[in-house]
């Protein structure tokens, strides 16, 4: 079967990043891009699928500007087999881009998708489970361990209070948390090797999918600040300060 | 008008994040009714009625309904969903499962995580790993939201007087099955309703040193513990204990953190605390730019000290 894992192209986890002081945005401009560290894992957990003889393709996708190509440039280095690139300048939101996947997915006929559990830009949390109603498939959101037997695949989830296992019949969609696996550093060969897979670049339009947003961004406003903090000598002052200042204790 | 509130519980009681997503829900206007939707959930259902105000509960049971399978639930609330504006959940792992399927469903865009409901199509929601705080203005006839729960006040678990109206559950989707559940045991208070965390990172060194230090820290202050994304990959902890932008976001009045840098991931969950306490012996660590109060010490004798001085 094939699997198909939807990437998107992020402001790098380790950027601190700036409201624009009009208020309309985040400043993305010359800002270090990477690809969402949830994806990573997606692709990762696909790649090993196939390493295990369980998966015969794996196809990535990115919906975006066409700087996602490199994106998936990183995906395909990882050892994902060829690239869909859905290129287009609209703010996507997550409804949007399940749709696109949805065109996808009918095209591709994948017996898998695996998509990050959450985006660390919108940090929506939405985009799997959108796919998955509006492919009318099955889902395991926030997966910790995924295993695929015959035409069913076991997915452990982490929950609030532990975790819990799901049996979904295939086709299905599956988003990845932090635990399921560590994603491989690529190798400068599979770059190079990378570079040479096949990426196929369609507009919305192409896909038949309407992708204005549907919800408006009014403003961006940086975060209440919190006042200074002081630092105390030893142990017997901060109980002092928690109970007689803060009084919390 | 009118919100509906889906229920998080265990088919015996309402969880608390459900009076949290209840106050939300009368912030946008207009009745609140709760959905419950379970197994054997009667008593869920009467406590639901209980929650002031709540001016309806919706009573679905059936065994589809028995595991919170996200096809099934979704199914039930979609079953009910043209009678609503708005239709919240806790942003929970559970809520967060299910609400964009039923947005998907109902061809409208989802609102995650809000903070604040500014007016009944405009609410307030963090990006960016809580960095930034965007506006967003929905113009889709139903608005499905998930409520950060820490962002809303409990509302009171008692008081209403509630009616409650059965409905037929939906059928099973046959798609997927439940197969088990592993539940983390503990005697402590829940992590996202603890008035006090103390919380644990990588400066612990291991599982068994994060026990023997915090667990007594917590069983004197009546706390829950947290920890770090770095303690949970490197199995100190449990990952359901885990605070951050990835984890759980608590909001508690007091927080301290031990051994723990303060990475962005970190903060996210845990920056809207009333007091945050750090204990690093690291005097650059960012921890320290949040903390109201910093000791700047090996948590390994500072931890006891203050175990001993409460």
Excluded: W
């Excluded at chain 1, 660390?120 to 099955?138: K, R, V, Y």
Aim: hydrophobic fraction near 45%; proline fraction near 4%.
């Amino acid at each position: 079967m094939k699997v198909l894992v939807p990437v998107k192209r992020v402001v790098d986890y380790n950027v601190k990043v700036r409201v624009k002081s009009d208020g309309t945005g985040v400043d993305i401009a010359n800002v270090k891009m990477s690809m969402n560290p949830f994806d990573e894992i997606a692709v990762e957990e696909a790649v090993r699928l196939k390493e295990k003889g369980l998966v015969t393709e794996v196809i990535v996708v990115s919906c975006g500007v066409a700087q996602c190509q490199e994106t998936l440039r990183t995906a395909m280095a990882i050892g994902a087999d060829r690239g869909i690139l859905v290129e287009t300048d609209v703010d996507l939101q997550p409804l949007a881009v399940a749709k696109l996947l949805k065109a996808l997915v009918d095209k591709e006929q994948p017996g898998l998708v695996i998509l990050g559990k959450q985006a660390i830009d919108g940090d929506n949390n939405q985009t799997g489970q959108m796919l998955a109603a509006l492919t009318d498939l099955p889902q395991a959101t926030f997966a910790s361990k995924v295993e695929v037997a015959g035409d069913k695949v076991s997915v452990s989830r982490e929950v609030d209070g532990g975790l819990e296992t799901l049996s979904l019949s295939i086709p299905a969609i599956i988003t990845t948390d932090l635990r399921l696996n560590e994603p491989r550093y690529v190798t400068l060969p599979n770059i190079m090797k990378a570079k040479k897979k096949q990426l196929d670049t369609f507009k919305p339009e192409d896909l038949g999918v309407d992708v204005a947003p549907r919800l408006k961004t009014l403003k961006v406003a940086e975060p209440a600040k919190r006042g200074a903090g002081v630092k105390v000598a030893d142990v017997a002052a901060l109980v002092d300060k928690l109970k007689n200042e803060a009084k919390v204790i | 008008m009118t919100s509906l509130v889906i229920a998080e519980h265990d088919n015996a009681s309402i969880k608390p994040a459900t009076l949290n997503t209840v106050t939300a829900a009368a912030a946008c206007g207009g009745d609140v009714h709760v959905l419950v939707a379970g197994e054997g959930a009667a008593a869920a259902a009467a406590a639901a009625a209980q929650i002031a105000g709540v001016s309806k509960v919706i009573h679905a049971d059936g065994a589809s309904l028995k595991d919170g399978l996200a096809e099934n639930v979704a199914a039930q609330v979609l079953a009910i969903a043209s009678s609503y504006s708005h239709i919240l959940f806790p942003s929970t792992a559970a809520g967060k499962n299910v609400a964009p399927r039923v947005a998907a469903k109902l061809d409208v865009a989802q609102i995650s995580d809000i903070t604040k409901v500014d007016a009944p199509d405009t609410f307030e929601r963090p990006i960016y790993a809580g960095n930034a705080i965007a506006t967003v203005q929905s113009a889709d006839a139903v608005k499905v939201i998930t409520v950060r729960t820490t962002g809303f006040d409990a509302a009171a678990a008692t008081g209403g007087s509630a009616a409650v109206e059965a409905v037929a559950a939906v059928a099973d989707s046959g798609k997927s099955a439940f197969v088990g559940r592993e539940v983390t045991k503990s005697e402590r208070p829940e992590l996202t309703a603890a008035k006090i965390i103390v919380s644990g990172g990588r400066a612990l060194g291991s599982a068994e040193k994060f026990t023997e230090v915090m667990s007594p820290l917590a069983d004197k202050l009546g706390a829950a513990i947290g920890a770090s994304r770095a303690a949970v990959d490197a199995g100190y902890a449990p990952n359901d204990l885990q605070v951050g932008q990835t984890g759980k976001i608590v909001a508690p009045q007091l927080y301290i953190a031990c051994g723990i840098s303060g990475a962005i991931q970190h903060l996210a969950g845990m920056k809207d605390s009333k007091v945050i306490v750090a204990i690093n012996k690291d005097p650059e660590a960012p921890i320290f730019s949040v903390a109201d109060y910093g000791l700047e010490a090996d948590l390994f004798t500072a931890v006891p000290e203050l175990v001993k001085a409460l």
